[in-house]
C-alpha cells in the first residue's frame, strides 16, 4: 500500500483527529494486547503499526534491494575469475591441403576417438572504460539513498494514517456519548409532555411529536454506534492487524498548545528541507544524471586484460599446462543505434525526473499552506464552539422551566434540545479536530513526531 498522504490528509478533512505526545515505542504483537484495563494507547498503537504493517515491511524491502544493486554495480571494477572443467571424447577426419605429404609417413583420414581432459583458471579484469563503472555505481547509490527516503515517507504516512485513525475513533466514542445524552434529554422531555398533557395542560399532539423525538433520537444513537464500530476498524486496519479484532482505546493527555505565529511562517522552508518526498525526489534526480553519465561512457572504448591457466590431456589427470595473458581493446563500431537510443533515454528520464522534483515541491508547498490553514481555523473553532453549547445549555434550562410553566410551547424545547446537540457534536469534533489538524501540519512540514 502507498499510504499516500494526500489521500490521509483527505481523510482528515472528512473526520477530525490527531496527534497528542507520543512516548517510546513499544514491542507488541499482532493482537488484541491490551496494555491497560481501559485498552491499547495511542503509543501502543503505533509500536503494532511498527512492528506488523505491511507498507512498513514492502518499504524495508525495498531498501534492501537496493543495497543489494550497490553490491551488483561495485563489482565490475573486481577482477572475475571463473573455473571451468571439462571432458570430451571426439574423432575428427583429418585433411591436409593439396599437395602436402609429409616423408616416411602416411596420412590417417581418422584422428581418433581420443579423450580430452581439461580444467583450469580464466580471470578477466576491466582497466578502462572511461567512468562507466563508476557512473553506474553512483547511480546505484543514490537510489539507494532514495529508497531509504522513501521508507522514511511510509514510516511517516503510516503514523500520521495511525493518529488519524485512532482520533477517528475517540470523536467516534465522543459523538456516541453526545448521541446517548441527547437520547435520555428527549425522553426525559417526553415524560414531562405526557405529565402535563395527563393533566391537561398541554394537546395529546405533543406527547405524539415527543414519541417521534424518541425514536430518531434511538436512530441517532444506532448511527453513533455504527460508526464507532466502523472507526475502530480503520484503526486496526491502520495498525496492521484484521478490521474484525477485537479493540478499545485508552485516551488520554492534553490538546497541544495553539500554533505559533513564528512556526506557520517558516513551515515551507522547514517542510522542503526535511520531508523525505524531496530527499527521494533529489536522489532520483541524482542517479538519472549519473545513468547519463553511464550511457555516455558505454560509448567508449574499453581496455580490459585477460588470463588463463589450466591443464589439459587424454587422461583422467591431465599434465600438460597451458596458459595465456594479454590486453584487449573493445571499440563499438556498428549496433544498429542501440546505444545511441540508450544514451537519448536516459536524458529523457533525467528531465522527467528534474520536473518530477519541481512538482514534489510544488504539492509539498499546496499541502503545508492547506496544513496551516486549517490548523489555525481548527483551533479557533474550539472556543467558538465552546461559546454556543454553554449558550445552548442555558436556553434549553430556561426554555425547559418555562415549557414546564406553561410559558412555552413543545416546539421551542425540542428545537432548543436540538440546537444544544448539535453544539456538543460539533465542540466533540473540533477538539479532536484541532488535534488531526496538529498532526497533519507536523507531517506536511516533516517534523518529528512526538
Known amino acids: 500500500m502507498k499510504t499516500s498522504f494526500p489521500f490521509v490528509f483527505a481523510l482528515i478533512a472528512a473526520s477530525p483527529l490527531v496527534a497528542q505526545p507520543a512516548g517510546p515505542a513499544l514491542s507488541l504483537s499482532n493482537g488484541p494486547a491490551l496494555r491497560t484495563p481501559d485498552g491499547v494507547s495511542l503509543d501502543d498503537c503505533l509500536a503494532i503499526a511498527a512492528a506488523n504493517h505491511p507498507a512498513l515491511a514492502a518499504a524495508q524491502a525495498g531498501v534492501a534491494a537496493a543495497r543489494e544493486a550497490v553490491g551488483e554495480a561495485r563489482a565490475p571494477f573486481y577482477p572475475q575469475v571463473d573455473l571451468s572443467a571439462s571432458y570430451h571424447r571426439w574423432q575428427r577426419r583429418a585433411f591436409l591441403p593439396s599437395g602436402l605429404v609429409i616423408p616416411g609417413r602416411g596420412v590417417p583420414e581418422i584422428i581418433g576417438p581420443l579423450d580430452d581432459w581439461s580444467g583450469g583458471l580464466f580471470s578477466r579484469v576491466t582497466l578502462f572504460d572511461f567512468g562507466e563503472r563508476q557512473a553506474g555505481l553512483e547511480a546505484a547509490q543514490a537510489r539507494q539513498a532514495g529508497a531509504e527516503a522513501e521508507a522514511t515517507a511510509r514510516q511517516a504516512d503510516v503514523r500520521f494514517g495511525v493518529h488519524a485513525a485512532f482520533y477517528t475513533l475517540a470523536a467516534a466514542q465522543d459523538l456516541q456519548t453526545v448521541a446517548r445524552q441527547n437520547l435520555e434529554r428527549t425522553e426525559a422531555h417526553q415524560r414531562l409532555a405526557e405529565a402535563r398533557a395527563e393533566s391537561g395542560a398541554v394537546p395529546q399532539a405533543d406527547v405524539l411529536r415527543t414519541q417521534a423525538e424518541v425514536a430518531s433520537a434511538r436512530l441517532q444513537l444506532i448511527t453513533a454506534d455504527s460508526r464507532v464500530r466502523t472507526a475502530a476498524g480503520r484503526l486496526n486496519t491502520a495498525i496492521g492487524r484484521s478490521a474484525d479484532t477485537p479493540l478499545a482505546i485508552a485516551r488520554g493527555g492534553t490538546t497541544p498548545?495553539?500554533?505559533?505565529?513564528?512556526?506557520?511562517?517558516?513551515?515551507?522552508?522547514?517542510?522542503?528541507?526535511?520531508?523525505?518526498?524531496?530527499?527521494?525526489?533529489?536522489?532520483?534526480?541524482?542517479?538519472?544524471?549519473?545513468?547519463?553519465?553511464?550511457?555516455?561512457?558505454?560509448?567508449?572504448?574499453?581496455?580490459?586484460?585477460?588470463?588463463?591457466?589450466?591443464?589439459?590431456?587424454?587422461?583422467f589427470l591431465p599434465e600438460t599446462h597451458e596458459w595465456q595473458a594479454g590486453l584487449s581493446v573493445d571499440f563499438p563500431l556498428f549496433d544498429a543505434g542501440s546505444r545511441a537510443r540508450r544514451f537519448a533515454r536516459s536524458k529523457a528520464e533525467l528531465a522527467r525526473e528534474e520536473a518530477a522534483l519541481e512538482q514534489q515541491a510544488l504539492e509539498i508547498r499546496d499541502q503545508v499552506w492547506a496544513a496551516s490553514s486549517e490548523l489555525e481555523r481548527a483551533w479557533a473553532s474550539i472556543a467558538a464552539n465552546e461559546t454556543a453549547v454553554r449558550a445552548s445549555d442555558e436556553s434549553l434550562r430556561v426554555v425547559r422551566e418555562r415549557y414546564g410553566a406553561g410559558a412555552a410551547v413543545l416546539t421551542d424545547l425540542l428545537d432548543t434540545q436540538t440546537a444544544l446537540a448539535r453544539a456538543e457534536a460539533s465542540l466533540a469534533e473540533a477538539r479532536w479536530g484541532y488535534l488531526v489538524a496538529r498532526a497533519s501540519f507536523d507531517r506536511a512540514v516533516g517534523a518529528r513526531w512526538r
Open 257 to 315: 498548545p495553539p500554533p505559533d505565529q513564528a512556526e506557520l511562517d517558516g513551515a515551507v522552508a522547514r517542510a522542503l528541507a526535511a520531508r523525505p518526498e524531496m530527499t527521494s525526489a533529489e536522489k532520483r534526480t541524482e542517479a538519472a544524471r549519473a545513468a547519463v553519465s553511464a550511457t555516455r561512457a558505454a560509448r567508449a572504448p574499453k581496455l580490459r586484460a585477460d588470463g588463463a591457466f589450466g591443464l589439459r590431456d587424454t587422461g
